[in-house]
């Protein structure tokens, strides 16, 4: 059974999965290597807190907790679970596991919250790769209840078993991969998305605000109800068979990062995080965005829930 979680990286994704997990009733230390990630994430775990109150995730008398250290050997001693969450590089994941192989037991579950580097890879810079797994969280992490389950070749299927069955404990819903792929399901489908709207965009076919209101008020909103399998019966295979026998071969296909992206980062507009990205930013509309975009997102999967009608 995992009670004790130590998460390793702070920046957007640590804080929100570490006051969900505590809901659960597990006690978390996290941990960071900058003490400026440290001082932010208390912040974000207090907004974090007041969004879990409004989805109704109680965690009186469960005994979880949030402990935050900047001393890598506190985060991770007894730890059950070590949910490693640094930037999405192999070898700045791969020096994390290193540097814990000593502090944690044989039985310790090591998960990886990347966003789709291979599993089979992260696990050779491990000695223990059959207590590793992927554990991939949507953003933001305390309000999306689904999380993908990735075994590497050699995770083992106990492994993969008990990382499933915690998800499910915490009342989350896990998402199995029967295979280890590159950038695992979610992201599959989202990074196939991102390709064709940046091209359109860069087409001049589109605005990027059209484009927007196109994707959110249209099959954005309709695929929180309809999955997207379920929808290819609701729209009738033989219209898919007609429109895809002459769109796919016109559909995006660049196997390289597209140029408007790579002027976006030469320019310095990595969005909100630098203040300007596709969109333009000011401090206050920042500050206003994020707890609204968390209002909507729980108002939405309250109704999914059937919680309010
Ligand atoms: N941002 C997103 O929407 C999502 C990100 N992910 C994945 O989660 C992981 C983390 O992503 P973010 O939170 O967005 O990254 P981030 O860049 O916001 O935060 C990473 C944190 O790791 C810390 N860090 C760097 N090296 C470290 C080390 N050696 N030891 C401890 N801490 C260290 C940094 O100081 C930083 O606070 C990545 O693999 C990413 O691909 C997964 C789902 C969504
Ligand atoms: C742009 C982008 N990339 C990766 C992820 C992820 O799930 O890893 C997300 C996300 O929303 O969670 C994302 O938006």
């Not at 900047?70 to 490693?84: Q, Y």
């Not at 797994?133 to 999380?147: K, L």
């Not at 997207?228 to 609701?234: I, K, S, T, V």
Request: aromatic share 4%; charged share 25%; with cysteine.
């Amino acid at each position: 059974m995992i009670k004790r979680t130590a998460i390793i990286g702070l920046g957007t994704m640590g804080p929100g999965m570490a006051a969900r997990l505590a809901r659960g009733g597990v006690e978390v230390v996290a941990y960071d290597i900058a003490p400026a990630a440290i001082e932010r994430a208390r912040g974000m775990l207090g907004a974090a807190e007041g969004v879990l109150d409004s989805l109704e995730i109680d965690g009186t008398g469960k005994g979880g907790s949030v402990r935050l250290t900047d001393v890598l050997e506190e985060a991770v001693a007894g730890a059950d679970l070590v949910i490693e969450n640094v930037p999405e590089k192999e070898e700045i994941k791969a020096e994390v596991y290193r540097s814990i192989e000593g502090l944690i037991s044989a039985d310790t579950i090591v998960a990886s919250d990347t966003s789709g580097i291979p599993i089979t890879k992260l696990q050779a810079h491990i000695s223990n790769p059959a207590r590793m797994v992927g554990m991939h969280w949507s953003n933001p992490p305390h309000i999306i209840p689904m999380i993908e389950v990735i075994g590497g070749e050699a995770t083992s299927p106990e492994t993969v078993q008990t990382i499933r069955d915690f998800i499910r404990s915490l009342g989350l819903l896990p998402v199995l991969l029967k295979k280890d792929v590159p950038g695992f399901v979610e992201n599959r489908v989202l990074y196939a998305l991102l390709r064709e709207v940046v091209d359109l965009v860069e087409r001049g076919v589109i605005e990027p605000e059209d484009i927007d209101t196109c994707v959110s008020w249209g099959i954005g909103y309709k695929l929180a109800v309809v999955g997207p399998m379920a929808l290819l019966d609701m729209a009738g295979m033989d219209i898919y068979h007609s429109v895809s026998s002459f769109l796919n071969e016109d559909l995006c296909d660049r196997k390289d990062v597209a140029p408007l992206v790579q002027e976006q980062i030469a320019a310095g507009k990595l969005g909100i995080k630098s203040g300007a990205g596709l969109y333009s930013y000011t401090p206050e509309s920042i500050a206003r965005l994020q707890p609204e975009r968390a209002r909507k997102l729980v108002a939405i999967r309250r109704i999914l829930e059937g919680k309010d009608q």
